[in-house]
């Protein structure tokens, strides 16, 4: 597999992660009222989505029988935190930030 296939993949599931964190986040939004704080569901959410993207793309990577390194699993945390960035916030603000500077 060529690095531009996995590219495009990886990017592909992390707008589906990002779809999936703002669903479940409006769910359990609504079924839990004490979720509803700014502060609770910002943690919650950021929670959230280091777990999913983690145990994603763990599957992925043995999905495709690529070798996982510590390295490996640490970017992947990282893409987490980014994940929540982009279902806390969206893209607007992201968008906003960059034309700022």
Request: glycine residues 4%; positive net charge.
């Given at each position: 597999?060529?690095?531009?296939?996995?590219?495009?993949?990886?990017?592909?599931?992390?707008?589906?992660?990002?779809?999936?964190?703002?669903?479940?986040?409006?769910?359990?939004?609504?079924?839990?009222?004490?979720l509803?704080?700014?502060?609770?569901?910002?943690?919650?959410?950021?929670?959230?989505?280091?777990?999913?993207?983690?145990?994603?793309?763990?599957?992925?990577?043995?999905?495709?029988?690529?070798?996982?390194?510590?390295?490996?699993?640490?970017?992947?945390?990282?893409?987490?935190?980014?994940?929540?960035?982009a279902?806390?916030?969206?893209?607007?603000?992201?968008?906003?930030?960059?034309e700022?500077?």
């Amino acid at each position: 597999m060529d690095y531009s296939t996995i590219i495009s993949q990886v990017l592909i599931i992390v707008g589906i992660l990002t779809i999936f964190v703002n669903i479940i986040t409006e769910v359990m939004k609504k079924s839990f009222s004490w979720l509803s704080t700014s502060k609770v569901i910002n943690i919650f959410v950021l929670c959230l989505s280091i777990v999913l993207t983690v145990g994603v793309f763990i599957a992925y990577w043995q999905m495709n029988g690529m070798m996982l390194t510590w390295y490996l699993v640490a970017a992947f945390v990282i893409v987490g935190i980014m994940v929540a960035y982009a279902a806390m916030f969206g893209f607007d603000k992201l968008m906003a930030y960059f034309e700022k500077k």
